[in-house]
Nanobody, 127 residues
Framework: QVQLVESGGGLVQAGDSLRLACTTSARTSGSYAMGWFRQAPGKDREIVAAISRSGANTYYPDSVKGRFTTSRDNPKNTVYLQMSSLKPDDMAVYYC????????????????????WGQGTQVTVSS
């Protein structure tokens, strides 16, 4: 019954910034470890960020480190992905994912460990 909804995608030029939001219908704030993934046409799904239930721990792969940051506002049941210095290679459909009942400070980096996925939001980056 719980759903995730991504928002904030759109068309930007290289070097621009975007902030994606993922809102959950979960009743209890902070119940899920969260992750952000993306998938470009013809490519495998890849993780771009993860954040623990508490928000204390985050993870970023080298491809986005220093450009992307994720944060969460548990009272609003929302997780954010702030993307800066966007590149054409960042163009993809971005998905948020939730892992229920993860250890408080654990980050989840494997897609197979996530229980729930949003529908995705398109990020298009032009050069």
């Amino acid at each position: 019954q719980v759903q995730l909804v991504e928002s904030g995608g759109g068309l930007v030029q290289a070097g621009d910034s975007l902030r994606l939001a993922c809102t959950t219908s979960a009743r209890t704030s902070g119940s899920y470890a969260m992750g952000w993934f993306r998938q470009a046409p013809g490519k495998d799904r890849e993780i771009v960020a993860a954040i623990s239930r508490s928000g204390a721990n985050t993870y970023y792969p080298d491809s986005v480190k220093g450009r992307f940051t994720t944060s969460r506002d548990n009272p609003k049941n929302t997780v954010y992905l702030q993307m800066s210095s966007l590149k054409p290679d960042d163009m993809a459909v971005y998905y948020c994912a939730a892992r229920f009942q993860a250890v408080l400070n654990r980050i989840v980096t494997m897609a197979s460990e996530y229980d729930l996925w949003g529908q995705g939001t398109q990020v298009t980056v032009s050069s």
